[in-house]
DNA sequence: AATAATATTGAACGATGTTCAAGGTTCCTG
DNA sequence: CAGGAACCTTGAACATCGTTCAATATTATT
């Protein structure tokens, strides 16, 4: 039992990092079955025996590429002055950077859908949601009076803006933006939103609108 | 050769029509040639005759929806009281409020992507720049020093955060998101950026970080 | 060593976008 | 109005996918 499994384990991990350098290279829409066969020396057909199908395929890439993520962020958090603002600043740019290097893995990571009806497996959606822990903790040091379900609102709110930044400002489908232009742009806008949200915490949340 | 032109038109337009009607209803992956053909009552074939490739389908679709998108936020500018603030806070609401309603539509203007090497027709680039004017107006008033360019590029990021914050607060890839709770989110952190914006513009600009 | 369990293969299937020769329509011209 | 040129439409055919499966080869167990 032990040769077969891990020959199988061998080919499964082979399977996973070709997959991830061929969507480095073409794209989500450049991965292909008969490619990756050929890549890794089986079958066609012998792909299904490592994977259920190609969505657990890009799921399993993905999940890589949230992990090397995540580390880029715990070393951007960690790493400079400790001002919980300028924290969250170098989290932001290190996410920018991270997806300007990453580009396609990046963009596979949203890009991809799984067909109506077919749910995304636990370990994969449990990732996803780690990546609001780094913001979580700089923004508890700005809010103190805010509970952790508001911080989690808040969190989740300054990641999808900063996404939000990165993902228009890379796409070339928009005007190209220069990389230090766009980094320079989101290091202002991320300085902004923190003291438009301090200065209305202190003026007393929503009684000003 | 008006009669063929004519006919030819008329099928056109139910093409581009059946097609933004599938879209909606199965979403960018759920659009098939054969389905269109069978729906508009004409050959497979024939499809070709009235587009060039599904990609320009796709973008005269996403042409329609664009402009949809923009008169809503040209409704959302105007209604309701005129500061500037408040302005950018409801066309920010409105792009949400459009996302949600046509969610399929909406998601197609983004998750299309052109093979590489094929380059984006200009009629359908010159459709996207149109968006950022809605923001460009009540900015001006509000950044009277700035010039037009620098305005540009701060519209883009506000844009873009908002675009961020609707895209992953609609997404059921992260947790589902209550839409009265997102509009809300959206909202206050529109408001943060802007008085952010305000408070570092007086404090002198970059001079502070 | 024989037999059971399992893995691998590559051909085949069903979709799908796209092309194309054949045959029909429509339009212009004399 | 007739006839030919230009164009349109058709549906079969092609290439390319992901995926499946019976047959074969390999590995594990008794």
Excluded at 69 to 77: F, K, R, S
Excluded at 96 to 105: G, I, K, P, T, Y
Excluded at 138 to 162: C, D, K, W, Y
Aim: charged share 25%; with cysteine.
């Amino acid at each position: 039992m032990t040769k077969a499994l891990e020959r199988r384990e061998k080919l499964r991990a082979a399977l996973i990092q070709a997959a991830e350098q061929m969507i480095a290279e073409r794209g989500l829409a450049g991965l292909k079955t008969r490619d990756l066969a050929r890549e890794i020396g089986c079958a066609n057909g012998a792909v299904y025996n490592l994977v259920a199908d190609v969505d657990e395929l890009i799921l399993r890439v993905g999940s890589r590429t949230l992990l090397r993520l995540d580390e880029a962020l715990t070393l951007a958090t960690n790493a400079g002055e400790s001002s919980p603002r300028e924290s969250l600043v170098r989290i932001a740019l290190a996410y920018c950077d991270f997806a300007a290097e990453n580009l396609q893995l990046w963009r596979a990571l949203f890009e991809h859908r799984m067909e109506t009806g077919k749910l995304v497996p636990d370990w994969s959606v449990h990732d996803q949601m780690q990546l609001f822990r780094h913001i979580y903790q700089p923004l508890a040091a700005l809010f103190p009076e805010r509970s952790p379900e508001e911080l989690g609102i808040t969190a989740r709110s300054l990641f999808s803006a900063v996404h939000g930044m990165v993902a228009l400002g890379l796409e070339q489908k928009l005007v190209a933006v220069p990389l230090p232009a766009l980094r320079k742009e989101i290091a202002g806008l991320v300085r902004a939103m923190i003291d438009g949200l301090i200065a209305r915490d202190v003026k007393g949340a929503a009684a000003a609108d």
